[in-house]
Structure formats: C-alpha cells, structure tokens
C-alpha cells in the first residue's frame, strides 16, 4: 500500500503530538511557507484538539521543512487554522 509523504514531522503520540496537518501555504520570496496545526488528540468526528498552530518554511522546492517558532498561536484560540496569502511582494496572515 502506498502512502502520501510527511511534509511536517511529528510525536505520533495520542495526547502528545498525534501529526502536524498544513492548513495553508504560499511561495513567495525564494521560499515555500505552509501555515499547520500540531493536533494533540483526534476526539469525535469533526472534533480535535490541538497543541497550537505554527508556520514552517522550505527553500528547497518543500523536499525539507522547518518549523518557525514564531508566530504561533495556542491550541484554544481562534487560530489554528490559519491561512497565508500573499497580494503584490506583502504576505498576510
């Protein structure tokens, strides 16, 4: 059986780390940024938990990642999954 590549490394831990899921990405400036939410536990369907929600960059066509610590937004506020676009050479958030 095949399986899809992980793009952002994760515990694989329930209750810890359980994956790193991208919500977003851009290309700008040389570089590839993915906006992604660290889920600590899976719940119900349609419901999770989440450690907080990060930006990663990759400046080699998204072969390797690496997670920025900054910004980041806790796991119980209104931002894990956020989005990044980019208008003209400015990126938002």
């Known amino acids: 059986m095949n399986a899809a590549k992980e793009l952002l490394s994760s515990q694989n831990r329930d209750n810890d780390e359980v994956t790193a899921i ?3 990405g ?3 400036n040389g570089a590839l940024r993915i906006c992604f ?3 600590r536990h899976w719940g119900a ?3 999770w ?3 907080y929600s990060r930006i990663a960059r990759s400046t080699d ?4 990642w690496t997670k920025l610590w900054q910004p980041q937004w806790p796991g119980d506020s209104n931002f894990i999954q956020v989005a990044i676009w980019r ?3 400015d990126l938002f958030i």
């Not at 066509?61 to 390797?64: A, E, P």
């Open 26 to 28: 851009v290309a700008a």
């Open 61 to 64: 066509i998204g072969q390797t």
């Open 22 to 24: 991208p919500t977003n």
């Open 49 to 51: 938990d989440c450690n």
């Open 45 to 47: 369907p349609g419901w």
């Open 87 to 89: 208008q003209d050479t």
């Open 37 to 39: 939410m660290s889920v």
